[in-house]
């Protein structure tokens, strides 16, 4: 059965191995599904559902659809009549949107926190303890008549127009979204200014914490007096200002959405839009060298076997690791694909640091004079990763690379005796990264 994509958040997950116990079959997932590809080897026809009215694709597999599939079962035929095969769904996993808006401006359902003016009071009420604000469980929600709210401790966390106002009804409501989602609404009805009730300084809002440990406020009424006070929200040690008016006064019909970013209810995505809940954005990267496809395993680049990689590609190859500073700086021209479902759209932006590919220094050290007798010390001044590779043979051959300061420590005496009748020694400084060289030095035996 075809659903509305729009109507769901959708998060990656595996790939989906599919069995029909019988043919033809119509198979129903645990969660909607939204199929970017299908996958076997088989001929079959697939339907939405068993009325084969609406026909999605026939023919040999595998099927990538030119627009996603978004569903909660299908209904599959094949066309040989021996073993069912397997089939393989490369999909994306959705979960109904929270949906609030029967419960938005009314009281019907909710119950009274106070019932009636109110000056300076802080009053509690039973909160939700699955809900984390600064890592503190808000088992229990404090809400002020000078319109703040404190989760989990009577303190100043969230203030909505917070001056030294009153509250005429605050009421509480707990239940249970269409989607199975836990909330517990409280709305406050009441004015910005305790001594001057009138409509220029009336407040109204509601605010909903969410099972997800997601919070959304809903602004109704604001004053059009200018007695607007301080909105902001307060954790994790930072202040973060809220905009719920502007200089008219204006600002009812305000919503704003809390997205968690940490399990923990420290830092909050702030929206002001209506609340839909999230998914998890289903992206990969791929890399490309010449006319080569690549995806990252555990750091490594593993070749990919296809030309024009679609989004089905992406999904089922698109590494979720982005291409290391280490893997990206030996390589020539590298280009680096990032395909996205779902989500706000950003430039893909790198920090890079650009360094030299290692310079190497050419020291010819002659030592045949009749006057040297042989090698005292070897010393040098140095910063960074720096090499060296030495010939005793004229620079027929050189050495291994060791690094410098093990070099130094060469015996003098094996050096000088290394070398043929030409006295000739060939020393290669390799000079890595950012390293230096600025001083080398042989104290000889004369």
Known sequence: MLIDETKYNWSRTDPIGILAEENPSNIEFEKALRIYRIEGAAELSIYEDNTKENLLYEGFLPFEPETTIACTSLYIEFVA?????AIVLIAESGDEKTVLLPYLNTTEGMSYINNGYNDDGTFSTAGLDAFLFDDVAASTVYVSSNHWFGFG???EQLKIMRRDGCSTALYRQQGVCSNGLEFLKIRFEGYTVYNNRVEANRLIFELFLLGSNDMFLNIIQTPTSGNTGTSEIICNGATTALSLVDSSGAGGG??????????????????????????????GYLLKLEDVFYTITDGELVPLGIDNPTAAMFYKYGSQEKP???????????????????????????????????????????????????IKLLTAQFSGEVGVCQSIDNGETFS???????????DPDELYNSLNETRILILHFV????????????????
């Open 153 to 155: 401790s009577n303190s």
């Open 81 to 85: 009549d021996e073993e069912i095969p």
């Open 431 to 446: 000079l890595h990264d950012n390293a230096t060289l600025s001083r080398f030095k042989i104290t000889y035996i004369n």
């Open 400 to 410: 291994e690379e060791v690094p410098l300061s093990d070099w130094l420590n060469t």
């Open 324 to 374: 290391s500073e280490e893997l990206l700086t030996p390589l020539e021209n590298p280009t680096i694909y990032l395909w996205k479902a779902g989500g706000e759209t950003q430039l893909l932006k790198a920090t890079l640091k650009a360094y030299p590919y290692p310079q190497i220094i050419t020291s010819v050290i002659d030592i045949s004079h009749i006057s040297i007798l042989g």
């Open 254 to 283: 305000t919503m704003v959405s809390f997205y968690h970013t940490d399990e923990l209810g420290k830092n909050w995505n702030i929206v002001y839009d209506m609340y839909e809940g999230t998914g998890s954005d289903s992206y």
